[in-house]
């Protein structure tokens, strides 16, 4: 009797599959986070072959902070318009018009935070009962926290001590009226996994991943990109590097990193050698040791 192994990529396909399955047959409203970023436009392609041939059954929900990259709105766009999915839009610069929150002053001013209330208010108008990042336990110390299903508390609150067992995979997705879950398919991959299925698999990403001319200001050991939002401190000097980004989020807040990987088989060279996180030039996540887990427990993705 001959015996069958499956690659160690299509174990975690296979067991992120699952999950999406799982959601779509536990709730009644889900939604994946999609940000442009790699991990969710990963989510994204998983759950269109977990449901294939059908189209994916549930939307895309993107919290827009108004400082987003152009070329990662224009992938947005594109790729709602090829899978045929439906968006729905939570926009901070409409939170910030509405006093829900306030803009943030100061040389390091970001909406990251801003996201939460945003993202909170888009979950609760859209009665969603999950929304499923693209989240990873090796990308930084809060997430390695998280379960396969993350529960949310009636103010859309995480409690790290307060999650449920999921001995054997069995996942349960049982809640209360106002609460909800987050359910993050890609938990057990790494930063490389991501990078060698997104190859085998040939899917496509943002140019912005890819080593490219910017002109950029170092700040907070990271080469961060000029922009309208940014604003130079004395002693800042505008300079040309070629760079690419191992992460996505604001663009006043995404650091770039020297770099000549152009190619899928480069940036997975390049990754496979690398010693930090992919989130270590991410000026958001340098405030405090527990900037993370602290945006977590308020709300964030």
């Keep these: ?32 986070l999609f940000s442009g970023g790699k991990d969710s436009i990963l ?50 610069q409409e939170s910030i018009d509405k006093g829900r929150v306030a803009e943030e002053k100061g040389k390091n001013a970001t909406r990251n935070s801003l996201q939460i209330t945003t993202l909170l208010d888009a979950i609760e108008s859209n009665k969603v009962d999950c929304a499923i990042g693209g989240g990873r336990r090796d990308e930084e110390k809060a997430r390695a926290k998280e379960r396969f299903f993350s529960h949310r508390d009636d103010f859309g609150q995480w409690d790290p001590k307060n999650q449920r067992p999921e ?46 001319d ?7 050991d990271s080469w961060i990109p000029v922009s309208e939002y940014l604003k130079l401190e004395e002693g800042e000097e505008i300079v040309t590097k070629k760079i690419r980004f191992r992460t996505l989020g604001d663009i006043t807040i995404t650091g770039g990193m020297e770099s000549d990987a152009d190619t899928l088989e480069k940036i997975a060279l390049e990754v496979s050698a690398m010693k930090k996180t992919e989130r270590g ?18 709300g964030y993705f």
Excluded: C
């Design 43 to 92: 989510v994204t392609h998983l759950a269109k072959k977990a449901f294939y041939p059908s189209k994916i059954p549930f939307p895309l929900m993107h919290v827009d902070t108004g400082h987003n990259f152009p070329e990662t709105i224009q992938f947005r766009d594109d790729l709602i318009e090829k899978f045929d999915a439906q968006l729905i839009v939570g926009s901070v």
């Design 167 to 212: 001995l054997w995979n069995i996942l349960n997705g049982k809640h209360f009226e106002g609460e909800h879950f987050r359910a993050f398919p890609i938990s057990n991959w790494t930063e490389m996994d991501v990078w060698n299925y997104i190859k085998r698999e040939s899917i496509q990403i943002p140019s912005l991943y890819f080593a490219h």
């Design 1 to 32: 009797m001959s015996k069958y192994y499956l690659n160690y990529l299509d174990e975690l396909e296979s067991e992120a599959i699952y999950i999406l399955r799982e959601v779509w047959a536990q709730f009644e409203n889900p939604v994946i």
């Design 214 to 220: 910017r002109k950029v200001v170092w700040r907070n």
């Design 281 to 298: 030039n991410r000026t958001d996540d340098k405030r405090s040791e527990t900037s993370m887990e602290d945006r977590k427990r308020q």
